[in-house]
C-alpha cells in the first residue's frame, strides 16, 4: 500500500542510530532485523501461518516489536542519535552565519568556554519533534511518485528499477514537498542556535532574545507576521529540490553497483550507499545552505537582502567564495551515519511489511 512509504520514513526518521545502538543482536546476527537473515525468515513464516492474537496490556510494545524499530524504546534511541549530532549542526550554522569564529575548532572551543556544553544543544527540541514527520513526507511523496511514474511498487522496483531520471523526478518532487514541513521548524531551531548568550547570565546583563522554541515562533510571527515563519524558505527551495533529486539517484546508483540484477540490496550495501548519497548531497546544497541560514538571520539583524541573488553577491564580495562552503566539512561527517541508517531502516520496515 502506498500509505507505507509514509509509514516507513516516519518510522525512520524516529529510529536514527537506533540500529547501530544493538551492534550485536541477541540471536547472533549483526544488526536487528538482519535483511534476508533468519528473523526475515520467522516473519514470512508468521504470516503464513499467524499466532493465535494475544491481547496486549495497554502501553505495551506490540508482540515482535523486536524485529520491528517501532517500539517506542527504540524511537527513544532515535531521538538520541539527533541529540548527538545536534551539536555539529550548531558549529555548522554559527559557522555560516558569524564572522567571529577562525573555523570548526575555534567555534567548538568559544562556544564551550562561554556557553558550556548546553551552548551545543540550542534549537534541538524542534528538530526531534519534527524529523519523523519531515522523513515521513520526504520518502513517502517520494515513493509514491515512482509509483506513479513507473507502475511499480516497492517490492517490484528491484526486478523493474525505475530509470535515474524517475528516480531523480520523484526525488525532486519529494524535496520540494517537504520543504513546507521544514522550513519553520529550521528557521526557529537557526535563530536558537545563534543565540550566544551563556545559560548563567551576570547580574545585569540583558536576557537573550528568546526564551525558548514557543517564545521564537510568537516572537517571529508578532514582530515578522505569518511570513516571517518561511523565511529563507526559497532558498531552502532551492536547496533541497535538486539535491534530493540527486540524494536518491547516488543512493540508487551505489546499490545497483553492488548488487545483482533483480536482489535486493544487503544491509551493508545500503549502509555504505546512503551515507555517500547523504555525503554527496551535501556536497551540492552546502552553497545554498549557507544563503539560506543567512536569509533566517536577516529579520533578526534587520539586515535588509533584498533576495537569495542579492544575499549571494553580498557574501561572496565582503568575505569571498570560500564563504559558501562553510560547513561542509562537519556536514560531511555528521551526514555518512545519519543517512546511511536513516535508508536502512527505511528499507528494512518496507521488506519486512513486503
Known sequence: MPVEEFVAGWISGETLFSLLSHPLHPRGGSLPGDLGGAETKVLVAQKHH?????????????RGAERKPSCPRLQGQGALGLVLGHPFDTVKVRLQTQTTYRGIIDCMVKTYRHESLLGFFKGMSFPIASIAMVNSVLFGVYSNTLLALTATS???????????????????????????CLAPFDLIKVRLQNQTEPRARPPGSPPPRYRGPVHCAVSIFQE?????????????????????????????????????????????????????????????????DVIKSRLQMAGLKRRAYRGVLDCMVSSARQEGLGVFFRGLTINSARAFPVNAVTFLSYEYLLRSWG
Open 154 to 180: 516497492h517490492q517490484e522496483r528491484r526486478a523493474q528499477p525505475p530509470s535515474y531520471i524517475h528516480v531523480f523526478t520523484a526525488g525532486c518532487t519529494g524535496g520540494f514537498v517537504q520543504v513546507y
Open 50 to 62: 499467524p499466532e493465535p492474537a494475544i491481547p496486549e496490556p495497554p502501553g505495551s510494545c506490540p
Open 224 to 288: 515578522e507576521g505569518p511570513r516571517g515563519l518561511f523565511r529563507g524558505a526559497w532558498a531552502l527551495t532551492l536547496r533541497d529540490t535538486p539535491t534530493l533529486g540527486i540524494y536518491f539517484v547516488t543512493y540508487e546508483w551505489l546499490c545497483r553497483q553492488s548488487t545483482r540484477d533483480g536482489q535486493d540490496p544487503s544491509p551493508a550495501t545500503v549502509l555504505v550507499a546512503g551515507g555517500f548519497a547523504g555525503i554527496a548531497s551535501w556536497a551540492v546544497a552546502t552553497p545554498l
